[in-house]
């Protein structure tokens, strides 16, 4: 079995690691997932309200001052060292990237990633990539193997130019996921209407759009997770439950 692997990604601010977080809620209802935090800030872990101990950064940075002191296989080594840092939470896993903190360079890192989320993908049936912001992730094929991606944005210029960039660079580099737009922080109808043209154009699914809701401000100023937040069955937490009924069946008819 080989699970479905869906990233979520899209400009700074725009609301990416909540939307993950919701995903990941939503989808571990309906099989074993393991939520990946693939941005070196660690936004995901504080969503979901826990901490944790050790990341995959800290792993590189034990190998890189201690490589030459490992006896046998480092391979086997960096195998037992990552089912450490992959903490098991109530109804899903979570692997956190981290940032490395010593010198060199961070591509070290991304490379663990992607021989992690090959390896662990035949133990789950989701895997959700909470991705860094931007660009980066492509050049550096982070998110190899990606059968989902979802882009978040919200109704600003640079927003939608960062959604039209990841299109253009899933092309140059023969990423043949599918595409699909959510809208956050939209204000009215036209906003909107903006989002789903704008989508329609560019080759993506739309899949729906998430209201500016003072309820996740107050969330977020608290310091709540998003656990808190969908108690609360604000207007976003509604809308959300439409864009997962979406989101459901676009994956069911890509994978038939």
Not at 50 to 69: H, N
Not at 138 to 165: C, H, P, Q
Request: proline share 2%; charged share 30%; hydrophobic share 40%.
């Amino acid at each position: 079995m080989i699970a479905i692997l869906i990233a979520v990604t899209g400009k700074g601010g725009t609301g990416k690691t909540l939307v993950s977080a919701m995903l990941v809620l939503h989808l571990c209802k309906k099989g074993s997932l393991l939520a990946v935090d693939a941005d070196p800030d660690s936004n995901l872990p504080e969503a979901f309200g826990v901490e944790v101990e050790r990341t995959l950064g800290d792993i590189r940075e034990i190998f890189q001052s201690s490589r030459d002191e490992i006896k046998g296989d480092k391979e086997i080594w960096f195998e037992a060292k990552i089912f450490e840092v992959v903490k098991e939470l109530d109804n899903f896993d979570l692997l956190v990237m981290g940032r490395p903190e010593g010198e060199g360079c961070y591509c070290y890192t991304n490379n663990i990633l992607r021989a992690i989320l090959k390896k662990f993908m035949r133990h789950y049936d989701f895997v959700v990539v909470d991705c860094e912001a931007g660009l980066e992730h492509f050049s550096r094929k982070t998110i190899a193997g990606v059968n989902y991606l979802i882009v978040v944005s919200d109704t600003s210029r640079k927003g939608l130019r960062t959604a039209e960039r990841i299109s253009e660079l899933m092309e140059e580099l023969n990423i043949n996921a599918r595409k699909g737009l959510i809208g956050n922080k939209v204000i009215d109808k036209r906003s909107e209407n903006l989002i789903r043209e704008f989508a329609e154009n560019s080759g993506f699914k739309f899949l729906g759009s998430l209201p500016y809701d003072e309820k996740v401000v107050e969330c977020e100023m608290m310091g709540k997770s998003v656990v808190d937040l969908m108690k609360t069955n604000c207007s976003f937490v509604r809308e959300f439950e439409k864009i997962v009924k979406n989101l459901e069946s676009w994956v069911v008819l890509c994978q038939s």
